[in-house]
């Protein structure tokens, strides 16, 4: 969009108008290849005349038909092509000496020509000629205030000062040139200078040029003529910088109204103005719209949208080189833009901007690495049995498998991997590897569960069933081999692993558990069937005789001596 090519920047009150820079004319593209013109002059002096014709601008003009009255008020900006890729920022600030503010409204005027002092390349001075070398002239209390306010300067800026004479007359240039740096340090040495710029030269502040024009009204043509002369001057000088020695705190055209809001600011609050510390502020606004602009550009890209949906469904093949272009799209977007703001702002900046992208994409990239590590460990698990079934030893089994899928998981890794992410897959690495480990750990200990609960039930089972005096001792004999036996195999397994002592210890304590829960659960069994037992026991002892033969009941037996005798072998 092109934006309007004039609107009132500042309104007679002091306005900033926010809302119509916003309407302005796109200023982006020009990066730092503009100029800022800005005039002074009296009231009524044809300032806005000779903008347009020099310009090619719209500033309103005087009608003289009606008489001599103030016509432009607060200031105006407006935008001239310039030539190539420039352009010329033109700046018609309200006359002074007008009687419509009185003598006692200065503020505006001093505000303004300080406004026009902090942001113009060139400034020009509007003057009749035959106000040269008048001491009550109109063109010294506006130097005056030019110099006074250029004392407020953080620094000293060389800027031109291009002396307009409007009417010339007979007079040599040469002579009038004379007589105006007469005037010019006459002035400049009247003006009370603060500590620091006592010994500043004049030099230092402005770089002093004249031109005369012929009147306008009377030799129109011969004005113009004038004019064309003086526009291929110094269109091209403001171009290619010529005019621009003292702009070290130039901003970038797009952040010029940002600019120009701050430094307006500041000297409303009546503050010192310190151009350098404004174009660190500016910096680091526009560096931060610029980021945000960028980062929202990557994430409305199609590209990233497919490439996320595509994650959702599984692995990305070659996720970190479809990544890639759309980091960098971002960046070179931000690099593009911010490339003529302070280089420390701006590489700050860049740096946030690349944590936020990546801190953006890290679900994504972590999702992979999620997909990637359950099939490695699905993968793990069919090849482990597979070998197994096959008749590979246990830790055989274990290591090739285990070596095999955490190389193809490593090179999951590194497909997926983000230039200059710094992201450090060794964790995940290291995971998939403690996964591993814990699945054939696990495996490991449900073998030998399985080994002690055929090694410990059946026997046990009979030596109680049979409970005799060396029952238990026989028990824990048995239990106690089992136990050694099974952890001296879980040791010797287990040494394939990458597993730590701890968890050694660990499995060790919990399968020498188990082994003891086998004959615990085989002893409950087996007392819940005692009383039956006994039971039983006593019916055979008291209904047979020693040789096991069934009694022969004839009535002369001792009763109670046979209960006593089964009791006591129960």
């Known amino acids: 969009m092109a934006g309007k090519l004039l609107i009132q920047l500042i309104d007679e009150d002091g306005r900033f108008n926010v809302t119509g820079m916003q309407d302005f004319a796109n200023l982006g593209e020009h990066g730092i290849s503009y100029g800022v013109v800005s005039i002074f002059g009296p009231q009524s002096s044809g300032k806005s005349t000779l903008l347009n014709n020099l310009f090619e601008t719209k500033f309103k003009e005087m009608d003289a038909s009606i008489g001599r009255s103030q016509t432009t008020k607060g200031i105006w900006l407006a935008k001239h092509a310039g030539i190539n890729k420039s352009c010329i920022l033109v700046i018609d600030l309200e006359g002074s000496d007008g009687k419509e503010r009185g003598e006692d409204d200065v503020c505006l005027e001093k505000q303004s020509a300080l406004f026009a002092l902090a942001v113009s390349d060139i400034v020009l001075i509007n003057m009749w000629c035959n ?16 110099f006074q306010v250029m004392m407020r300067l953080f620094q000293p800026r060389r800027i031109t000062l291009l002396f307009v004479i409007r009417d010339k007359s007979a007079t040599p240039l040469d002579k009038l040139t004379a007589l105006i740096r007469t005037d010019i340090r006459e002035i400049f040495d009247s003006v009370i200078k603060p500590e620091a710029h006592k010994k500043t030269a004049l030099t230092e502040f402005f770089n002093v040029e004249v031109i005369a024009l012929s009147n306008y009204e009377d030799k129109k043509e011969l004005f113009k003529d004038e004019v064309v002369s003086l526009k291929q001057r110094y269109i091209d000088s403001i171009a290619s910088g010529v005019h621009s020695e003292g702009r070290r705190d130039r901003v970038p055209a797009s952040a010029f109204s940002l600019s120009a809001q701050e430094i307006w600011k500041v000297i409303k609050e009546n503050k010192d103005l310190n151009l350098a510390s404004n174009k660190i502020l500016v910096a680091r606004a526009r560096c931060e719209d610029i980021s945000n602009e960028s980062f929202a550009h990557l994430v409305g890209n199609e590209d990233w949208h497919q490439l996320q949906e595509a994650v959702q469904s599984g692995p990305v093949k070659g996720f970190g080189k479809k990544i890639k ?18 280089e420390g702002i701006r590489t700050e900046k860049r740096q946030l ?37 096959q008749g590979k030893q246990f830790v055989v089994a274990a290591r090739d498998c285990s070596k095999y899928v955490m190389s193809v998981f490593g090179e999951g890794c590194s497909d997926a991997a983000i230039e200059n992410s710094n992201y450090d897959s060794s964790q995940v690495l290291d995971r998939l590897g403690n996964d591993i480990g814990a699945y054939v750990a696990s495996e490991i200990t449900s073998f030998n569960e399985a080994k002690l609960d055929m090694a410990l039930s059946a026997p046990v089972k009979a030596l109680l069933d049979e409970a005799g005096d ?11 081999e089992q136990t050694k036996s099974a952890s001296s195999r879980i040791v010797t397994d287990i040494s394939c692993l990458d597993v730590d002592q701890k968890t ?3 499995i060790l304590s919990d399968i020498e558990r188990y082994a003891r829960s086998v004959v615990e659960a085989k002893a409950t069994e087996a007392s819940k069937e005692v009383l039956s037992r006994m039971k039983d026991r006593f019916s055979e002892l008291f209904n047979y005789d020693s040789n096991s033969k069934p009694r022969t009941w004839t009535g002369n037996e001792d009763i109670e001596a046979i209960i006593n005798t089964a009791l006591s072998a129960v």
């Not at 992979?368 to 079934?389: M, P, R, T, V, Y």
Request: aromatic residues 10%; contains cysteine; glycine residues 4%.
């Open 504 to 506: 050694i210890d660990q």
């Open 325 to 342: 272009p759309i980091i960098s799209k971002c960046l070179s977007e931000y690099d593009a833009e911010a490339v003529y703001f302070d």
């Open 470 to 480: 060396n029952t238990w001792p026989t028990i824990r004999n048995m239990l106690r």
């Open 353 to 389: 901007l690349e944590a936020k992208v990546l801190q953006f994409i890290t679900p994504a990239y972590q999702n992979i690495l999620a997909q990637l590590h359950s099939g490695a460990l699905d993968n793990f698990k069919k090849a482990f049995h597979e070998a197994l079934n």
């Open 131 to 146: 106000d040269i070398g008048r001491h009550q002239a109109g063109s010294r209390p506006l130097l005056k205030t030019i």
